[in-house]
C-alpha cells in the first residue's frame, strides 16, 4: 500500500478540468500557447484581446472593433502622426486652403503636405500622406470647390485631419452644404514687402504683396491645354527689380509706368531663379506712389520664355510614366476605376473608362556647361513627335534607353523646363 501510495500521479492545475466561463481564456496559460479568442470576435489579434495576460500594454485595440490588428492607434510618433480612424465624422465637405509644396518627413522615408479645410464652421488644419490625392487638393483649391473626402484618419491628438491612400476625395454636391468659399486669413498679406527681401528671404509658394512699378511688359501668349493667356512683366520698387507673371484677366489691368499694389503674389522659381505670379487670389490696385513713379524704367532683367542649348547626353532618365487621361479635358485621370465609367477629378464629367486615352511623360536630368544640374520633362507631343506615332506603342524601358543613346541634342524649354523643341544634332 505504501509503494502504491508514493507511485499515485499528482494532481497539477494542467489536468484539472476547466471551470472558467464559455469563450473566457485559461487564467493562466502557458507562455507558448495563444491567448485563446472570443467568439464574437473573429479575426481580431490574439495580442490584444485578452484582458486577464498580466503582460498586455495599455496600447490594446478595443474589442469593440472586429479586425483591428494589435498595434495601437493610439501612439504617437515623433517622425509622422499615427493617424485614427474618425468614427464621429465619416465624411466631411470643406473647402481646401493653403495646399503646401511636397515636404520630406523626418525620417526621410515619406513626401508630405500640409492644408487647411474650411468647413460649415471651423477651419482645420489637415495633412496629405498621399502624392495622388495632393494633386486632387491643389486642383480642388485652384478652383474653389468644396470637396468631401470620405475615409478620413486623425492625428493621435485628434487635432489635425489626416489623408491618405485610402481616402476618397470627390465634389460635393450643392445639395449636400450651404457654406461659400471664403479667403483663408493666411493666405492674404496687406503688408507690402520690398523685392529684394522676398528674392533673398522667401521661400517657394510664399505668398507676398507688392507695392511696385511695372516697367517692362511682353505681349501675352497663350500656353498649356487650356489654352490661358500669359504675359511677362518686371517690376520695380526702391530696392530691386522682379520678373512677374500675369495670368488671364489680369494681364488687362495693367500699363506700362504706372504703379499698382498687389496683394497675394505667389513666389515661384524659374531656372533657379525667384519670380512673382498672379494667382486666382491676387489683386491689383492702382496707386499713384511718387517715390516708384520717378523710378527709370531701366533694369528690366531678360525674361526671355525659352532658351535653347546644346546638351553632349543626357545623365539620366528620372522618371517615364504612363497614365490614363479624360477624353473631355485631356488631364490626367488620377482616381481611375477600373469599371465601365469613371468620373475625371478634373472636369467632374463621368466617362466611359474604355474612351480614355493612354498619356506619357518623361523627366531627363543633365549636367549644364557652368556644371549646374538641370532637369527638363518632356510631354506626349515631344515623345510621341521624335520617338514614335502614339502612345500606346511606347514601351517604357525602350524609351529610356533611346533617351540615354542620344548624343549632342538641341534642347529647347521654357521657364518651367518643359521641352518646346527638341532636334538632334550632327554627332
Known amino acids: ?23 473566457t481564456s485559461s487564467p493562466s496559460p502557458p507562455a507558448s ?6 467568439a464574437s470576435l473573429p479575426g481580431t489579434s490574439s495580442a490584444s484581446l485578452s484582458a486577464s495576460i498580466p503582460e498586455t500594454s495599455s496600447a490594446s485595440v478595443s474589442a469593440s472593433s472586429p479586425g483591428t490588428s494589435s498595434a495601437s492607434l493610439s501612439a504617437s510618433s515623433p517622425l509622422k502622426p499615427s493617424p485614427s480612424l474618425s ?19 523626418r525620417n526621410d522615408t515619406m513626401n508630405y503636405c500640409s492644408f487647411n479645410l474650411q468647413t460649415s464652421n471651423e477651419d482645420q488644419e489637415a495633412l496629405c500622406f498621399s502624392n495622388a490625392k495632393r494633386m486632387l487638393l491643389v486642383e480642388s483649391e485652384k478652383n474653389r470647390r468644396a470637396v468631401k473626402l470620405t475615409q478620413l484618419a486623425k492625428t493621435s491628438d485628434n487635432k489635425k485631419i489626416i489623408v491618405n491612400d485610402m481616402t476618397k476625395i470627390q465634389s460635393a454636391e450643392q445639395s449636400e452644404y450651404s457654406f461659400q468659399y471664403r479667403d483663408s486669413p493666411s493666405l492674404t498679406s496687406n503688408k507690402p514687402t520690398d523685392l529684394k527681401r522676398i528674392a533673398e528671404h ?19 501668349r497663350t500656353v498649356g491645354q487650356k489654352k490661358l493667356r500669359l504675359a511677362k512683366a518686371a517690376v520695380k520698387d526702391l530696392s530691386d527689380v522682379m520678373e512677374l507673371e500675369l495670368w488671364e484677366n489680369l494681364i488687362d489691368k495693367v500699363q506700362t509706368g504706372n504703379t499698382y499694389l498687389i496683394h497675394n503674389l505667389s513666389v515661384r522659381l524659374r531656372r533657379g531663379k525667384k519670380v512673382l505670379g498672379t494667382t486666382k487670389s491676387t489683386i491689383i490696385r492702382a496707386t499713384n506712389d511718387q517715390q516708384l513713379l520717378h523710378l527709370s524704367n531701366d533694369g528690366a532683367t531678360n525674361i526671355s520664355s525659352s532658351k535653347t542649348i546644346t546638351v553632349e547626353q543626357f545623365d539620366s532618365v528620372d522618371r517615364v510614366e504612363k497614365f490614363k487621361k479624360c477624353v473631355k479635358c485631356h488631364k490626367k485621370v488620377i482616381q481611375i476605376a477600373y469599371t465601365l465609367t469613371t468620373q475625371c ?7 466611359r473608362t474604355a474612351d480614355c486615352r493612354d498619356g506619357i511623360w518623361a523627366k531627363v536630368s543633365f549636367t549644364a556647361a557652368d556644371g549646374e544640374p538641370v532637369t527638363l520633362v518632356m510631354f506626349e507631343e515631344i515623345i510621341t513627335t521624335h520617338f514614335t506615332n502614339t502612345q500606346e506603342d511606347i514601351d517604357i524601358q525602350s524609351l529610356s534607353q533611346t533617351l540615354l543613346s542620344l548624343k549632342n541634342i538641341n534642347v529647347t524649354f521654357d521657364d518651367n523646363n518643359i521641352v518646346t523643341d527638341l532636334n538632334f544634332a550632327p554627332a
Open 345 to 351: 477629378d478634373h472636369c467632374k464629367r463621368t466617362i
Open 33 to 38: 500557447s495563444p491567448a485563446s479568442l472570443s
Open 87 to 105: 468614427t464621429s465624422s465619416p465624411s466631411l465637405i470643406a473647402y481646401v486652403h493653403n495646399v503646401s509644396p511636397p515636404k520630406r518627413n
Open 1 to 23: 500500500m505504501k509503494k502504491a501510495k508514493e507511485t499515485k500521479p499528482k494532481k497539477t492545475a494542467t489536468s484539472r478540468p476547466s471551470h472558467s466561463l464559455p469563450g
Open 202 to 220: 522667401s521661400d517657394e509658394f510664399d505668398t507676398v504683396s507688392v507695392s511696385v512699378k511695372l516697367v517692362h511688359l511682353e505681349p501675352p
